[in-house]
């Protein structure tokens, strides 16, 4: 059980375009879900925070109209990145929290790796 | 504010060898304790946690941690290195008054040889 999946999971763009990310809790419902950039052997750098039917709380430095969270289902997050720009080019990883999870466990997904040309 | 200190970016084991994998945090309160591991181009895998309960916590692929809290450490162990345990390991704390987030610590890498 609790498995998060992403789509895509590589995506290449060219500047300027908006590209969207999928995160869904296969079979548990995510109340929490929560987008994390990692760059090339680094660590993961939370971007927000999304809850269902709310807004997305962004942590500080990351620009919510670039980086568009829409947390719209239980079981379904997407995070757009508009106007893509090569230093946008990063491992985007999305986790997953659901009501009563004790130890607040978060269950990630496999990642998408973004390259914008 | 939570912060996580993982002393070495990498550690070279030989298999068979002893792991050990060094963790420290700070917390303002009591804190829940992570550790998770990542192998190229995919996500992260839970390894074990730590809830207040039990201070030496046994996980996943033979590894275990033991949380002291006169030390702030949670490191991790794994008394037999294997090939497959080659990965990227990474530590992370709970902030339970800041909705639940996770701060992760800069991650280490592990080489297993032969």
């Known amino acids: 059980g609790a498995v998060v999946s992403q789509h895509p999971s590589r995506v290449i763009c060219k500047s300027g375009t908006s590209v969207k990310i999928e995160c869904r809790s296969l079979?548990?419902?995510?109340?929490?879900m929560f987008w994390y950039r990692q760059f090339p052997k680094q660590s993961l750098m939370l971007m927000a925070t999304?809850?269902?039917?709310?807004?997305?709380?962004?942590e500080q430095g990351v620009e919510k109209d670039k980086f568009l969270i829409n947390h719209a289902s239980l079981t379904l997050s997407t995070l757009t990145v508009t106007s893509a720009h090569p230093e946008d080019s990063s491992f985007y990883i999305c986790?997953?929290?659901?009501?009563?999870?004790?130890?607040?466990?978060?269950?990630f997904g496999p990642g998408t790796r973004l390259t914008v040309l | 504010a939570q912060s996580v200190t993982q002393l070495g970016s990498h550690v070279s084991v030989s298999e068979g060898a002893l792991v050990l994998l060094r963790c420290n945090y700070s917390?303002?309160?009591?804190?829940?304790l992570f550790w998770y591991v990542q192998y190229p181009n995919q996500g992260l895998q839970l390894l074990l946690k730590?809830?207040?309960?039990?201070?030496l916590v046994k996980g996943i692929n033979g590894f275990e941690a033991e949380f002291k809290k006169s030390e702030t450490s949670f490191h991790l162990t794994k008394p037999s290195a294997h090939m497959s345990d080659a990965a990227e390991y990474f530590c992370?704390?709970?902030?339970?008054?800041?909705?639940?987030?996770?701060?992760f610590g800069g991650g280490t890498r592990v080489l297993v040889k032969p």
């Open positions: 079979d548990f419902q995510a109340t929490t």
């Open positions: 917390s303002s309160v009591p804190p829940y």
């Open positions: 986790s997953a929290r659901t009501t009563g999870t004790g130890p607040n466990e978060q269950f």
């Open positions: 999304s809850n269902e039917g709310s807004k997305a709380t962004y």
């Open positions: 992370a704390v709970s902030d339970r008054a800041a909705g639940n987030k996770l701060t």
């Open positions: 730590y809830t207040s309960a039990a201070t």
